[in-house]
C-alpha cells in the first residue's frame, strides 16, 4: 500500500481513494496502523496554481461576442 498526505486527508494511491483523518473510519485505522509499523507516507505536494485565464477564456466565460462585448463598451 502507498499513501500519500493530501490537504485534509489523506490518499490511498492503490485505490485512489481519500481517507479522512477521523478516529472512527476503519481505512484511517488501517493507516495508523501502517505508520506505526514504522511506514512513511508520501508527504504532500501543492498543486501548481492555474495559469490565468487568457482574453479569448475571458470572453468566452462572460458568453458575450466581441459584438456585444464592444457595444457596452461603447467602441
Not at 512513511?40 to 466581441?66: M, Q
Amino acid at each position: 500500500m502507498i499513501y500519500q498526505l493530501q490537504e485534509g486527508s489523506i490518499l490511498r494511491a492503490d485505490t485512489n481513494e481519500c481517507i479522512p483523518p477521523d478516529p472512527a473510519n476503519t481505512d484511517y485505522q488501517a493507516f495508523l496502523k501502517w505508520c506505526e509499523e514504522g511506514n512513511t507516507p508520501e508527504p504532500y505536494v501543492e498543486p501548481e496554481p492555474p495559469a490565468p485565464p487568457t482574453p479569448e477564456e475571458k470572453l468566452a466565460a462572460s458568453g458575450l461576442t466581441v459584438e456585444e462585448l464592444k457595444a457596452l463598451l461603447g467602441l
